[in-house]
């Protein structure tokens, strides 16, 4: 399984950026796909997660409503929008596949699969 992420830039304060994470390979079984963060110094940290099945999706308190995870089944991708950034949502983003139970998605050591990373850069 390979993941490939791509979308990432530079966008001002209170500006909008669209991520993609496309997966590939036949053995593509992973329920739920992820997206995590890391800044310059930082852990990397949980964003949003989504169902493959279901659509079911979380957040992170620090984007709730202003990101929105989604996917296309068919096509093997899932998005984040990312609304009303901020300075601080400044990051390599990275997606990530795999199976944890609901009350571990947020924990990155519980993702099998992850993709290259893709910078977002927000200027204040």
């Known amino acids: 399984v390979q993941l490939q992420a791509s979308g990432g830039g530079l966008a001002q304060a209170g500006g909008s950026l669209r991520l993609s994470c496309a997966a590939s390979?036949?053995?593509?079984?992973?329920?739920?796909m992820s997206w995590f963060r890391q800044a310059p110094g930082k852990e990397r940290e949980f964003v949003a997660a989504?169902?493959?099945?279901?659509?079911?999706?979380y957040y992170a308190d620090s984007v709730k409503g202003r990101f929105t995870v989604s996917r296309d089944n068919a096509q093997k991708t899932m998005f984040l929008q990312m609304n009303s950034l901020k300075p601080e949502d400044t990051a390599v983003y990275y997606c990530?596949?795999?199976?944890?139970?609901?009350?571990?998605?947020?924990?990155?050591?519980?993702?099998?699969?992850w993709g290259q990373g893709t910078l977002v850069t927000v200027s204040s």
């Open positions: 990530a596949a795999g199976n944890p139970i609901t009350s571990a998605a947020m924990q990155p050591q519980m993702y099998n699969y």
């Open positions: 390979g036949r053995s593509f079984s992973s329920n739920v």
């Open positions: 989504i169902t493959w099945s279901a659509g079911r999706t």
